[in-house]
């Protein structure tokens, strides 16, 4: 299928941009910014900003009863709480499956005993490295490992299938875990 606007295969540069330099221009815990410029495939010069970011998890918890998981948190970047599926870091020299696993017991207060990947994907592409890999966790069982940022996290327990009208309505807006949310009901996954 092709979309309007769309550039059909044949017609895509696959020419690739030539970084000239690279500057670091911040450094913190979990992001890097740095400025690179680049020769553009066309010959011309220009610049990109980017956020070097690890490999994150992304997970949909689902109880034996099909109710999903989510966590609501305060996210300072956009000013208010957001109701999001849990997710987390990978911390150097960490598998995906034990990030998986330590985020659900830190955010949730559950340890998933089936964990299943169902995808992967880049969080913002245009700016960002971060590549999100994506599971679903069922079979819970209450499991608390503290960690010192999840104390004003809230965990919310809503029926699978209401999942998509409050994706419709914008309660659930957060890319991942609408990502996330609807990949699993279009796989048709369920808690039990």
Do not use: W
Request: charged share 25%.
């Amino acid at each position: 299928m092709i979309f309007v606007g769309a550039r059909r295969s044949s017609e895509v540069n696959t020419e690739m941009e030539k970084t000239i330099s690279s500057q670091t221009i911040y450094e913190g815990r979990a992001i890097r910014l740095r400025v690179d410029t680049v020769n553009r495939p066309n010959g011309k010069t220009t610049t990109r900003e980017i956020v070097d970011r690890s490999d994150c998890i992304a997970v949909v918890p689902i109880d034996h009863k099909d109710n999903v998981l989510l966590v609501r948190q305060y996210r300072k970047a956009v000013g208010k709480y957001l109701l999001e599926i849990p997710a987390g870091g990978i911390d150097p020299g960490e598998q995906p499956l034990a990030a998986v696993r330590r985020e659900l017991q830190e955010e949730i207060g559950y340890l998933p005993n089936k964990i299943n990947k169902v995808g992967g994907f880049y969080a913002a592409p245009g700016y960002s490295s971060e590549y999100m890999h994506l599971y679903v966790g069922t079979y819970l069982l209450p499991s608390r490992l503290e960690a010192e940022d999840t104390e004003d996290i809230q965990v919310v327990r809503v029926p699978l299938a209401r999942i998509p009208d409050m994706i419709d309505s914008g309660e659930i807006c957060d890319a991942k875990s609408i990502v996330g949310l609807l990949r699993v009901i279009s796989l048709g996954l369920k808690g039990k």
